[in-house]
C-alpha cells in the first residue's frame, strides 16, 4: 500500500525539499533527514539508521547498495554477551514468546536496512551515478509515472526489482503439467506459489462428485489453484480477492496457461453469490499482524479470513459438496493456534470433517537449524481438510 499525500522532506544545499513518500508496507517517512553520499562511514551510518535518521543518497549508487550490505551485516552481528542472554531467554519461553520475539528482532532490523533511502525523479530514473535503469521495473509496481519525485528506500527497491525478474522468469509449478505451459508469473505484492506442496494437495485430492461442474476458489492470488482445477477437469471456476493486484496477476496467468475462459474473477470479501460443489480456500495460516500487503498471505490477525470461510461455508455448498481447507499447522507448533480451537470452529459453523491429506513442506526453512523458529517449522505439516455440511 502506498501513501500517495505523504511528504518526505530534507535539506540540500541549504534549500529545502520534498518529494512524494512510497512505501509499500504503508510506513511513514522518517521524522529526519539528512543527506548522504560516498563519505559517509559504515560505523555512522549504523548508528543514524539505529536512531531512526534516513540517509537521503546524493553519492554513487553502488555505493549504496555496499552501504545497506554494511549495515546488514551490522545489524546480524551481534556481541557474545548478548548472544549468550538471546540462548538463555529463548530456552526459558514459550514457542509463542518466541515467535513474538523473532517478529520484533525482524521488524527492528527491518527498521535499520530502511534507512537509506533513494530519489526518484518524475518518470521513475535515478539521478545517480552509476544508478542502474528500473522504470519499467517501478511501472509495473506502482503504475505510469506522473512527473512526481518521490522518494523510496533501497530495499524496498531491490525487492521491486527483485518480483519484477521473478515475473520475468516465473515460477515452475509442476502440477499444472509439462513445461513450458506450467509456470506461474507473480505480480508485485502478490505472494508466490514458491511453496508447492499445498498446490500438490490440490492436485491430488479426490473431486467431490468425480468432476463438478462448478468450484469456487476464495483468497485466488497468482491463479495457480484455479488453473489446476480447470486442468483437473472442472469445467467452471469463480476465484473471488479482495485485492486488485491478486486479481490482475491471476488474470495475467490464467490467460497464459489457456484457461482464463473457465474462470471469473470477482473483487470479492471471501463467497461470491452462490453455491458451489466445491469450495476451496487457502487462508493465511499464522494468527499475527502482517506489516506488509504480501504478508497478507502469510499472516492474519485474529485469524479472520480462516474463521469468515468456516463461517460462511456451509451456506455456500450445495448439497453433497465439500469444502477444501488448505492449511499449515505451524500456528500449533508455535502455540498461536491449538488444534482443539479449529475443530470448535468447524463444528460452530455447522460443519464436519469428511478427511484429510496431509504433507510435509519441502521449503528450506524446515531444514534450516539455524532459524529461530526451526523445531516449529521441522515438525509442520500442511493439511487439505475435506469438509462438509453436519
Request: hydrophobic share 45%; charged share 20%; net charge positive.
Amino acid at each position: 500500500m502506498l501513501t500517495p499525500t505523504s511528504p518526505i522532506q530534507w535539506t540540500h544545499q541549504g534549500q529545502p525539499q520534498h518529494a512524494r513518500w512510497r512505501s509499500e508496507s504503508g510506513a511513514p517517512a522518517p521524522r529526519r533527514v539528512v543527506a548522504a553520499d560516498d563519505t559517509l562511514a559504515a560505523d555512522a551510518a549504523y548508528c543514524m539508521a539505529c536512531e531512526g535518521t534516513g540517509l537521503l543518497w546524493q553519492g554513487d549508487f553502488q555505493n549504496a547498495r555496499h552501504l545497506l550490505q554494511a549495515l546488514m551485516r551490522r545489524a546480524d552481528r551481534r556481541p557474545r554477551k548478548a548472544v549468550a542472554r538471546s540462548a538463555q531467554k529463548a530456552a526459558a519461553v514459550t514457542p509463542a514468546e518466541a515467535f513474538h520475539l523473532h517478529r520484533q528482532a525482524q521488524a527492528q532490523r527491518a527498521r535499520v536496512l530502511a534507512a537509506v533511502l533513494i530519489p526518484l525523479e518524475g518518470d521513475y530514473s535515478i539521478a545517480l551515478r552509476r544508478a542502474p535503469d528500473w522504470r519499467e521495473a517501478c511501472t509495473q509496481a506502482w503504475g505510469p509515472a506522473t512527473g512526481e519525485r518521490s522518494v523510496a528506500t533501497l530495499r524496498e527497491l531491490l525487492g521491486l526489482v527483485g518480483a519484477y525478474e521473478w515475473r520475468k522468469k516465473g515460477v515452475e509449478v509442476p502440477a499444472l503439467g509439462a513445461p513450458p505451459h506450467n509456470r506461474i508469473h507473480p505480480h508485485y505484492g502478490v505472494f508466490s506459489p514458491v511453496r508447492g506442496e499445498y498446490v500438490d494437495l490440490v492436485a491430488s485430492a479426490p473431486l467431490p462428485g468425480g468432476n463438478p461442474a462448478l468450484a469456487f476458489d476464495i483468497g485466488v492470488g497468482t491463479g495457480v489453484l484455479s488453473a489446476v482445477l480447470v486442468r483437473r477437469g472442472v469445467r467452471q471456476v469463480v476465484a473471488t480477492d479482495q485485492d486488485p493486484r491478486a486479481l490482475e496477476c491471476a488474470r495475467d496467468n490464467l490467460q497464459r496457461l489457456g484457461v482464463l475462459a473457465s474462470v471469473e474473477l470477482l473483487q470479492a470479501d471471501l463467497f461470491p453469490p452462490g453455491r458451489a460443489p466445491l469450495v476451496l480456500c487457502n487462508p493465511p495460516w499464522v494468527p499475527a499482524r502482517a506489516s506488509s500487503p504480501i504478508e497478507r498471505a502469510v499472516y492474519d490477525e485474529g485469524s479472520s479470513m480462516l474463521r469468515g470461510f468456516l463461517a460462511g461455508l456451509a451456506a455456500h455448498l450445495e448439497p453433497g459438496g465439500e469444502g477444501w481447507l488448505i492449511l499449515s499447522d505451524l500456528a500449533e507448533h508455535l502455540g498461536l493456534r491449538p488444534r482443539a480451537q479449529l475443530l470448535e470452529w468447524i463444528a460452530a459453523a455447522g460443519l464436519k470433517v469428511l478427511g484429510r491429506h496431509d504433507v510435509r513442506p519441502r521449503h528450506a526453512k524446515a531444514a534450516d537449524a539455524a532459524d529461530a523458529l526451526h523445531a516449529a517449522r521441522a515438525a509442520e505439516v500442511t493439511s487439505l481438510w475435506r469438509l462438509g455440511v453436519a
